[in-house]
C-alpha cells in the first residue's frame, strides 16, 4: 500500500454557491473562483507502489481519511473523472479530479484535489472531463513549497508573506528578525534537465510521532534537524542537521518532480538559525562559501550591500557536524530507517 498526503478542497471550497447536486456532466462550463482554503488528508493508494492517482476501474480501490471541513472522513473512494480546466484567459491549466464514491452523481464527491497550483483570487472554468484520469501522486498540488508555515511572533505565517523586519521564533535565541528574504523559481523544464535541483518531500509524521506536523516540501540541500541515539553513536551528540536529500532512504520522505515547478523561499538572519517550518525545525539561510552558488551571484551581493553583518556568519554547530560528516549522512539514514522515530521531542 502506498500512502501519501494530499491537500483536497471540499464542494464548498470550490462552489460555495452550488448546490451539490445532479450529474458530473452538468457541470461543464461552471467558473469558481479559487479562494484557498483545504485540508490536508490521507491517501491510501492499496494498488501497493503504483504511486498515483486515477480511475481505478475494478470500483472502490482506495481510502481517503482525516477531516474536511471540520467533518471526519475514513471511507473508500475512487478518482472517478477529473475536470479539465482553464483559467481567465481561456488558457488550460490542468486537471481538478473528483474523489468521489465510485458514481457520477456529485452528491458522492468527498473532495476535490487539483494536479496543478491554482491561483487565489483567479476564476477558473470547467471544460471538459477526463473519465479515466491518472496522474503521479507527486504532480498533486499540496500547497508547498509555497505555503509553509514559518513560526514568528505573531503566529505562523506562509513562507512568501515573509517580509524583512519581521520576527521569526527561532530554536536558540527567541524572537529575531529576518534581514533579507528571496526566492528562486525552479520549471518543471529545469527540474527535469537537473534532476539534482528536485525538490525532496517529507510527508507528515515521516521524522517521527507528529514531525512534521504537515507535509514539508523543501530543497534538496536544506538542512534539518533530526535526533536519535545513532546519531549519538555516529557522531558523538544525539542531535545533526541533515540535508533533506540525505534523508531519502527513509519511508515518507522521497524527490518529486512537480509539474508546475517549485518556489525555494530564502529567510536570512543575523546568525544562522533554526526556524520551525510545518511544525518541524529547518534551518536559515547560511551566509558562506557556497552561497554564490545556491542563489547566485547578484542576490549574494544584494545581501552584502543590504546586510554586510552576515559576512562573517559561522555555521550553526549541529549543522556543522553534519557538514564534517556529510559522507556518513547516507549510510546514518539507512541504519535510522530501521529504527524509528528519526525525531524525538524533548
Same mark, same amino acid.
Given at each position: 500500500?502506498?500512502?501519501?498526503?494530499?491537500?483536497?478542497?471540499?464542494?464548498?471550497?470550490?462552489?460555495?454557491?452550488?448546490? /451539490?447536486?445532479?450529474?458530473?456532466?452538468?457541470?461543464?462550463?461552471?467558473?469558481?473562483?479559487?479562494?484557498?482554503?483545504?485540508?490536508?488528508?490521507?491517501?491510501?493508494?492499496?494498488?501497493?507502489?503504483?504511486?498515483?492517482?486515477?480511475?481505478?476501474?475494478?470500483?472502490?480501490?482506495?481510502?481517503?481519511?482525516?477531516?474536511?471541513?471540520?467533518?471526519?472522513?475514513?471511507?473508500?473512494?475512487?478518482?472517478?473523472?477529473?475536470?479539465? !480546466?482553464?483559467?481567465?484567459?481561456?488558457?488550460?491549466?490542468?486537471?481538478? +479530479?473528483?474523489?468521489?464514491?465510485?458514481?457520477?452523481?456529485?452528491?458522492?464527491?468527498?473532495?476535490?484535489?487539483?494536479?496543478? /497550483?491554482?491561483?487565489?483570487?483567479?476564476? +477558473?472554468?470547467?471544460?471538459?472531463?477526463?473519465?479515466?484520469? /491518472?496522474?503521479?501522486?507527486?504532480?498533486?498540488?499540496?500547497?508547498?513549497?509555497?505555503?509553509?508555515?514559518?513560526?514568528?511572533?505573531?503566529?505562523?505565517?506562509?513562507?512568501?508573506?515573509?517580509?524583512?523586519?519581521?520576527?521569526? !521564533?527561532?530554536?536558540?535565541?527567541?524572537?529575531?528578525?529576518?534581514?533579507?528574504?528571496?526566492?528562486?523559481?525552479?520549471?518543471?523544464?529545469?527540474?527535469?534537465?537537473?534532476?539534482?535541483?528536485?525538490?525532496?518531500?517529507?510527508?507528515?509524521?515521516?521524522?517521527?510521532?507528529?514531525?512534521?506536523?504537515?507535509?514539508?516540501?523543501?530543497?534538496?540541500?536544506?538542512?534539518?534537524?533530526?535526533?536519535?541515539?545513532?546519531?549519538?553513536?555516529?557522531?558523538?551528540?544525539?542531535?545533526?542537521?541533515?540535508?533533506?536529500?540525505?534523508?531519502?532512504?527513509?519511508?515518507?520522505?522521497?524527490?518529486?518532480?512537480?509539474?508546475?515547478?517549485?518556489? +525555494?523561499?530564502?529567510?536570512?538572519?543575523?546568525?544562522?538559525?533554526?526556524?520551525?517550518?510545518?511544525?518541524?525545525?529547518?534551518?536559515?539561510?547560511?551566509?558562506?562559501?557556497?552561497?554564490?552558488?545556491?542563489?547566485?551571484?547578484?542576490?549574494?551581493?544584494?545581501?552584502?550591500?543590504?546586510?554586510?553583518?552576515?559576512?562573517?556568519?559561522?555555521?550553526?554547530?549541529?549543522?556543522?557536524?553534519?557538514?564534517?560528516?556529510?559522507?556518513?549522512?547516507?549510510?546514518?539514514?539507512?541504519?535510522?530507517?530501521?529504527?524509528?522515530?528519526?525525531?524525538?521531542?524533548?
Amino acid at each position: 500500500m502506498a500512502t501519501y498526503d494530499i491537500l483536497v478542497f471540499s464542494w464548498n471550497d470550490i462552489f460555495p454557491s452550488l448546490t /451539490q447536486t445532479g450529474g458530473s456532466l452538468d457541470f461543464i462550463g461552471e467558473t469558481f473562483t479559487f479562494n484557498g482554503g483545504g485540508d490536508i488528508v490521507t491517501y491510501d493508494d492499496r494498488f501497493g507502489d503504483r504511486n498515483e492517482l486515477g480511475d481505478n476501474t475494478g470500483g472502490l480501490d482506495d481510502f481517503l481519511r482525516g477531516t474536511i471541513d471540520g467533518q471526519s472522513v475514513d471511507t473508500l473512494i475512487n478518482p472517478e473523472y477529473a475536470y479539465e !480546466i482553464t483559467d481567465s484567459n481561456g488558457v488550460a491549466v490542468g486537471k481538478m +479530479y473528483a474523489l468521489t464514491k465510485a458514481t457520477d452523481a456529485v452528491s458522492s464527491i468527498e473532495g476535490f484535489v487539483f494536479d496543478f /497550483q491554482p491561483i487565489k483570487g483567479e476564476t +477558473y472554468t470547467l471544460t471538459g472531463r477526463d473519465d479515466f484520469p /491518472q496522474t503521479a501522486s507527486s504532480n498533486l498540488y499540496i500547497c508547498f513549497v509555497n505555503g509553509t508555515l514559518i513560526d514568528t511572533v505573531d503566529g505562523p505565517v506562509a513562507v512568501e508573506d515573509i517580509t524583512a523586519g519581521m520576527k521569526v !521564533i527561532t530554536r536558540d535565541n527567541g524572537p529575531q528578525p529576518v534581514l533579507w528574504v528571496g526566492s528562486a523559481v525552479h520549471s518543471f523544464a529545469e527540474i527535469s534537465s537537473n534532476p539534482k535541483s528536485a525538490p525532496v518531500l517529507i510527508n507528515k509524521g515521516a521524522l517521527g510521532d507528529g514531525f512534521p506536523e504537515q507535509m514539508l516540501m523543501i530543497s534538496p540541500q536544506h538542512r534539518i534537524l533530526v535526533r536519535s541515539k545513532v546519531a549519538q553513536r555516529m557522531f558523538g551528540c544525539d542531535e545533526v542537521m541533515v540535508p533533506a536529500v540525505k534523508l531519502t532512504e527513509l519511508d515518507g520522505v522521497e524527490r518529486v518532480s512537480p509539474q508546475d515547478g517549485v518556489t +525555494y523561499h530564502h529567510i536570512l538572519c543575523a546568525n544562522h538559525e533554526m526556524v520551525r517550518a510545518n511544525g518541524h525545525w529547518s534551518e536559515t539561510l547560511y551566509f558562506g562559501e557556497q552561497t554564490e552558488i545556491a542563489i547566485g551571484a547578484e542576490k549574494t551581493k544584494e545581501i552584502l550591500a543590504e546586510c554586510s553583518e552576515v559576512e562573517d556568519m559561522q555555521m550553526h554547530p549541529l549543522a556543522l557536524i553534519g557538514e564534517e560528516n556529510r559522507g556518513r549522512l547516507k549510510n546514518f539514514a539507512r541504519r535510522m530507517s530501521k529504527r524509528r522515530p528519526l525525531y524525538i521531542n524533548q
